[in-house]
């Protein structure tokens, strides 16, 4: 049987929220290529998948990734009618509400019907859960009420939807990485004891999963770093082989650029051990690998080699942890540091009078001081201008309420020329901790779902 086609994978988002015209020119290089291709949204983090928990109580029919509508609309029917195949996690809390949501969307544009298929057993913040939790936390469970928990898990249940025909795959908390290499397994179909060709289908993964990072988003250093039109920053694509070797690449014509620095960067980025990179699937070592610019804007990244998976999985544990309050307000022109100070005595002292109760309360002079604290350098001339910032975390939302108040009332009871800003958002908004644990791998039970 002769090998199959080279895989080629495109990136349409690194986080949720990301750039919403990204997946046009990407899914038209996929068509183009007439080759087999698939789509990847990475559209979640530990603090998103809480924030989506919190949506979800408050609406069953929430908790999956808010811009799901703009994100697909403009290349569903596209990637249904050419079979670019589309593996995501923006499921977040609610996969088979996303699930539901997209065959809605597909009808609404006219296209055919897809087989989504959703990938559950990443949710263990349900009550038949807490004692595995409370086994691995021990004395560090936390005492707040738990909004999420979410083990990481890995590519087998996305390669196991491709293989039975899934046009459209919908995860929650999978690795991020595990969003190519699932397609890269369903396609090869390589063994998952297969170390060395997991772990360089992984890297691809990693070096895709955070979108235009490494096109030189988040690279740029003007006249150091300089990067080919940043306004219109290309998303990558990764060519994977049947040896799991892949080179990085992005459509033409698009902005940014791909070079050994920008496919560095993102090779180390959140990444403690290079020698020992624990995914759910395998552990990576980057330490072998070879990387070789072999055209304009293409990478090749080949030598990574892996090793056997850990026993256990990655647990990420949202708990409500209070509120914040926040505001801001502005003094410009001679005498504005001095007026922040001042400003500052006078709020320090009305929310003494208020009764504050808080864990911790910031007040930051933007420009000043704000990023380096007491390790900010002397000025040597006063600024132009100066942004008061203050915040304050507080156990209730009702004490956190208390700084946007303060903040108003020095408009008219502070000092003269108070830039004051009109507040159209909510100021207070509730804090999410995250702890994180590791669980026994049997205790994650994964399974495949066609809606």
Same mark, same amino acid.
Request: with cysteine.
């Given at each position: /049987?002769?090998?199959?086609?080279? !895989?080629?994978?495109?990136?349409? *988002?690194?986080?949720?929220?990301?750039?919403?015209?990204?997946?046009?020119?990407?899914?038209? *290089?996929?068509?183009?290529?007439?080759?087999?291709?698939?789509?990847?949204?990475?559209?979640?983090?530990?603090?998103?998948?809480?924030?989506?928990?919190?949506?979800?109580?408050?609406?069953?029919?929430?908790?999956?990734?808010?811009?799901?509508?703009?994100? !697909?609309?403009?290349?569903?029917?596209?990637?249904?009618? =050419?079979?670019?195949?589309?593996?995501?996690?923006?499921?977040?809390?609610?996969?088979?509400?996303?699930?539901?949501?997209?065959?809605?969307? *597909?009808?609404?544009?006219?296209?055919?019907?897809?087989?989504?298929?959703?990938?559950?057993?990443?949710?263990?913040?349900?009550?038949? =859960?807490?004692?595995?939790?409370?086994?691995?936390?021990?004395?560090? /469970?936390?005492?707040?009420?738990?909004?999420?928990?979410?083990?990481?898990?890995?590519?087998?249940?996305?390669?196991?939807?491709?293989?039975?025909?899934?046009?459209?795959?919908?995860?929650?908390?999978?690795?991020?990485?595990?969003?190519?290499?699932?397609?890269?397994?369903?396609?090869?179909?390589?063994?998952?004891?297969?170390?060395?060709?997991?772990?360089?289908?992984?890297?691809?993964? =990693?070096? !895709?999963?955070?979108?235009?990072?490494?096109?030189?988003?988040?690279?740029?250093? $003007?006249?150091?770093?300089?990067?080919?039109?940043?306004?219109?920053?290309?998303?990558?694509?990764?060519?994977?082989?049947?040896?799991?070797?892949?080179?990085?690449? @992005? %459509?033409?014509?698009?902005?940014?650029?791909?070079?050994?620095?920008?496919? @560095?960067?993102? /090779?180390?980025?959140?990444?403690?051990?290079? +020698?020992?990179?624990?995914? $759910?699937?395998?552990?990576?070592?980057?330490?072998?690998?070879?990387?070789?610019?072999?055209?304009?804007?293409?990478?090749?990244?080949?030598?990574?080699?892996?090793? +056997?998976?850990? $026993?256990?999985? @990655?647990?990420?544990?949202?708990?409500?942890?209070?509120?914040?309050?926040?505001? /801001?307000?502005?003094?410009?022109?001679?005498?504005?540091?001095?007026?922040?100070?001042?400003?500052?005595?006078?709020?320090?002292?009305? !929310?003494?009078?208020?009764?504050?109760? +808080?864990?911790?309360?910031?007040?930051?002079?933007?420009?000043?001081?704000?990023?380096?604290?007491?390790?900010?350098?002397?000025?040597?001339?006063?600024?132009?201008?100066?942004? %008061?910032?203050?915040?304050?975390?507080?156990?209730?939302?009702?004490? #956190?309420?208390?700084?946007?108040?303060?903040?108003?009332?020095? +408009? %008219?009871?502070?000092? #003269?020329?108070?830039?004051?800003?009109?507040? =159209?958002?909510?100021?207070?908004?509730?804090?999410?901790?995250?702890?994180?644990?590791?669980?026994?791998?049997?205790?994650? #039970?994964?399974?495949?779902?066609?809606?």
């Amino acid at each position: /049987m002769a090998n199959p086609s080279p !895989l080629l994978i495109g990136c349409a *988002a690194g986080f949720s929220g990301d750039r919403l015209d990204a997946a046009a020119p990407v899914v038209q *290089a996929l068509v183009d290529s007439g080759r087999p291709g698939v789509l990847i949204f990475e559209t979640l983090a530990e603090r998103t998948l809480a924030l989506a928990q919190l949506a979800r109580r408050a609406n069953p029919d929430a908790g999956y990734e808010p811009l799901l509508d703009e994100l !697909l609309r403009p290349v569903l029917a596209q990637c249904l009618q =050419h079979g670019v195949r589309i593996v995501s996690n923006f499921g977040a809390a609610n996969p088979r509400g996303a699930a539901l949501r997209i065959q809605q969307l *597909a009808a609404e544009l006219g296209a055919r019907r897809p087989r989504v298929a959703v990938v559950h057993g990443d949710d263990l913040s349900g009550a038949q =859960h807490r004692a595995v939790l409370e086994r691995a936390l021990g004395p560090s /469970m936390p005492a707040q009420p738990i909004v999420s928990a979410n083990a990481y898990i890995g590519a087998e249940p996305i390669a196991q939807a491709l293989r039975a025909g899934a046009d459209i795959v919908v995860c929650g908390r999978v690795a991020d990485p595990a969003l190519v290499l699932g397609p890269a397994l369903a396609h090869y179909g390589w063994c998952m004891d297969d170390w060395d060709r997991l772990a360089r289908a992984t890297m691809a993964g =990693h070096l !895709l999963e955070c979108g235009a990072q490494v096109t030189g988003g988040y690279f740029g250093d $003007p006249g150091y770093k300089d990067v080919p039109e940043p306004w219109n920053l290309a998303f990558p694509y990764a060519d994977v082989d049947l040896d799991g070797t892949a080179e990085i690449g @992005k %459509v033409a014509g698009t902005g940014g650029s791909i070079d050994l620095r920008t496919v @560095k960067e993102q /090779m180390f980025y959140e990444v403690h051990d290079p +020698a020992r990179y624990i995914t $759910p699937d395998v552990v990576v070592d980057f330490t072998t690998a070879r990387l070789e610019q072999v055209a304009q804007d293409r990478v090749r990244v080949s030598g990574i080699s892996g090793h +056997a998976r850990t $026993p256990t999985l @990655k647990v990420s544990i949202g708990c409500t942890e209070g509120h914040i309050g926040e505001d /801001m307000f502005f003094f410009a022109g001679p005498g504005c540091l001095e007026k922040a100070r001042l400003a500052e005595t006078i709020l320090r002292e009305r !929310l003494r009078i208020a009764g504050l109760q +808080a864990e911790d309360l910031r007040i930051d002079f933007i420009g000043v001081n704000a990023v380096h604290g007491a390790a900010s350098a002397a000025l040597r001339e006063e600024p132009a201008e100066v942004a %008061v910032r203050i915040a304050a975390c507080c156990a209730s939302r009702a004490q #956190a309420e208390k700084i946007g108040r303060e903040v108003d009332g020095m +408009a %008219v009871c502070g000092l #003269a020329s108070t830039g004051k800003r009109v507040p =159209h958002q909510d100021r207070t908004r509730e804090v999410i901790g995250l702890w994180s644990t590791l669980v026994p791998r049997e205790r994650v #039970a994964c399974r495949v779902e066609f809606v």
